[in-house]
Structure formats: structure tokens, C-alpha cells
């Protein structure tokens, strides 16, 4: 009898908020098969993080082969030569030159993690107790990262009182910046964020008290939003004009997922502390702070660690994805194939009202369904959508946006345009079905 979740669900805790009842037996490349043998093509690959899709063979055997030697001792009291190695290796394709190329990490266990480490990173080597955070934004779900989370209130709800000394500043997101900004004019609302910000800095919060400014340069959960390099430009200058560090999350921008390295290259901007995780471990679980030598040489030595953090069998893991990033040419498909993507749904939007916006950069694209010639949420469009691929067409997706309206495509790196394709043709035809209700 294959096992089925209704038997098992009471032993789980009801906030797991499960998107299906899905079994899953295997994973291989991009599909799923659960253990009833029925196959999805997954386009939530683990919610970006399977960069060369389910089980690649080069991921399995480093994981294998390191869980044959040593699976755990702690990195605090031994080294291993994988995390030593993976720490070199990132290093060299770190973002930032000469002393502001981030090249001394902190290994830590998931993307939450490492936005709790990156903010008592930044207080600890300032010496300054604010923070700013955007609107828009997501950054976990510790209570460090839940207080400069602002992509909706839903992960705030019960939790209140966060961590203080948090301020918060809009994104250029449409539905973050007056109306009368237009939908493609992304100049305005750089230039109406910039403003804000520095008001904010004016009226609010003490310049000389902030320790840092922390945003994903292309906002995720919060929307697949891309900002005008405008914003992220001048945003590095308010900060070195104040001496405040810029912490980019790149937890599920980096890795290639744009077609770059890091989402910042796009927009020829360094941030001082990064944060990364998803992709980094091909599945396994971790995540790691950067920043340059002289920021973390102000870290007080022993204020901050983490048992798992840097364990070996994940550094193993970790070392595989960068040689299957370069070996099988990741970063450049993800561009090619997401500059496809975005051509073939910009055309398909001609054919479809209820797509009211197409975005993002690379394999991190996403598309807003709205009533029919506006700019009105549709939350029903995606939760009939989801659906009917699931069902009907056995595929996996998952959405984004605060309105609920939002739908990621998130594909594995490696996906050939054959496979594109056939995930817009299941999708147009899920579109088409829901028009047709
Ligand atoms: C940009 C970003 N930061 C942080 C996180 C939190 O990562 P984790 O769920 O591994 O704690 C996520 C997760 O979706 C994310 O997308």
C-alpha cells in the first residue's frame, strides 16, 4: 500500500501550510515522481534551489562519497578539507574587487540563518543598532529575519514584538509606489524610493545610528521584482555617504538564477555583506554570509556560530553545484533561457488579458494576473491556475506577490527549450481554461 499523507498528518504540526497531499517517492532532472508512481514536472524545484535540477548524478556521488568518510564533527573544533576548499572556491567568484570583494564567509544552515547572522554581523562591526528593510521584501522566518520581512503581514501575524530598531523603506514595486507612477516607468519609481529613503533618513531614523540597509536586489517571494539600476545605485551612495553597510540578499537571486552569478552584477552594484543559501548546498541544507575581510575582522570572535554551520557533506555538495555551474555552462542557459521564457510569455500575454504583467531577469521570471485590462489583483486566476496544473496537468508550481496573483517560474538551470516550452504550453492551458470558465 503506498503510503498516503492523511494518515500521517496528525503528527505534524498544522503550520506546515502544505500546498498539496503529494507523496514524493523520486526526483530526477525536472520532474517528480510520487509514490504512487504518477510523475510532475516540478517548477518549484525545491523552491529555487535545484540549480541542476532533481538528484543530478555529479551531486549524488560528491554527497555519497563524503557521507562515507565523515558526515559531522562541527566546524568549530575541526576543519574539513570540503568546507575549506568550498570556502576558497566561493570566495574567488565572490562579488566586489580588490578590498571590497567579499571574500570571507560564514557558513551557516538556511536562508533565515543567514539574514539573523548578516544583521548581527552588521551591528557588531558598526557598532550601530538600526536597521532598514523594504517593503516587499522577504528574508526568513526567524524572529530576526521575520522583522525585516515586509512582503506581507500574514509571517508578522502573532509575532509582534519583533526585534527593534527596524525602519522600513518602499521597493520600486508598482503597487508599492503611487499610481501615478506608471507600470513601466521603473525611473519613477526609483526616483520616488530614493526619495523616501532619504526622507526616512531625515525625519526617522539617525543616519549615524544605522548600521545597515538589507534588500534582495530583485525581490522574490515578494513578487519577482526587478528594480531601475538607478535605485540600487543610489542606494549604495546613501550609504557610503553615511558609512551604513548594504546587505544583499541573494539567498534565491544568486547562484545564476538571473543569468548572472549574483542578481547585484546586472546593476554594477557591491553590496558590503551578502547572504546566500538555497542553491549553495544542491539540496542539502546551508547557507553563508560574505562579506570583506575588514567587516568581518570586526565580528567579535566567539559572539556568533552555529553547530551544523559548514558541515561537510553539504561543503561537498556545495563544491559539486559550482563545477556543474561551470561545467555545464548554468549561467549562461539561465539568460538564454530566460530572456526565451520572457519573449514567449510577452507574446502570449497578446493572447491572454488576465496576464497584466511579465518580470524578472533571467530563470527568475514571474506573471501577475489581474482582472482584464487593469492592474487589479486576481488571486482566484492563480489558485485556479495552480490547480488545474496539478491536477490536470501534473505540474508543480508555486506563487508570489502580497495579492496572491503572482506565479514564479522557477526552472531548473539547466532546462533546454524544448522543456521550456512544454511548461508554457501547459500553462497557457491552464490560462486558457480559467478565461474560459
Ligand atoms: C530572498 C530570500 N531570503 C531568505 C529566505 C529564507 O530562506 P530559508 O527558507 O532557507 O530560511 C528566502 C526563502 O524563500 C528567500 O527567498
Known sequence: MPMKFEDYKQYLSPVFSKSSDLVAGEGHGLYITDVNGVKYLDMIQGIAVNVAGHTHPKIVKAIQDQAGKLIHASFNHVNYPTTLELAKRLA????????????????????????????????????????????????????????????????????????????????????????????????????????????????????????????????????????????LKGVREICDKHGILLIFDEIQSGFGRTGKMWASQHFDVVPDIMTTGKAIGGGLPMSCVWSTPAIMDRWNKGTHGTTFGGNPVCAAAGLAVLDVIEEEGLIENSRVMGDY??????????????IADIRGIGLMTAA???KPGTFEPDANALSFITKYLREEEHMLTTGCGVNGNGFRFIMPLNIKQEEVDLCLEKFEKAVAAYEAK
Open 368 to 370: 501577475e494576473f489581474c
Open 92 to 231: 574567488s567568484v565572490a562579488p566586489g574587487e580588490g578590498e571590497k570583494k567579499l571574500t570571507s564567509l560564514f557558513f551557516s544552515n538556511g536562508g533565515a540563518e543567514a539574514t539573523d547572522s548578516a544583521i548581527k554581523l552588521a551591528r557588531c562591526a558598526t557598532g550601530r543598532p538600526l536597521i532598514i528593510a523594504c517593503q516587499g521584501s522577504f528574508h526568513g522566518r526567524t524572529v530576526g529575519a521575520t522583522s525585516v520581512t515586509g512582503s506581507n503581514s500574514h509571517y508578522r501575524e502573532a509575532y509582534e514584538p519583533l526585534m527593534g530598531g527596524v525602519y522600513w523603506t518602499p521597493f520600486p514595486q508598482r503597487i508599492l509606489c503611487p499610481d501615478s507612477i506608471d507600470n513601466d516607468d521603473l525611473e519613477g519609481r526609483a526616483d520616488y524610493c530614493l526619495w523616501m529613503l532619504e526622507n526616512l533618513l531625515k525625519f526617522l531614523a539617525p543616519p549615524k545610528e544605522v548600521a545597515a540597509i538589507i534588500m534582495e536586489p530583485i525581490q522574490g517571494e515578494g513578487g519577482y521584482v526587478a528594480p531601475h539600476p538607478k535605485f
Open 341 to 354: 521564457l520572457q519573449k514567449q510569455l510577452k507574446e502570449m500575454q497578446k493572447r491572454h488579458k488576465i
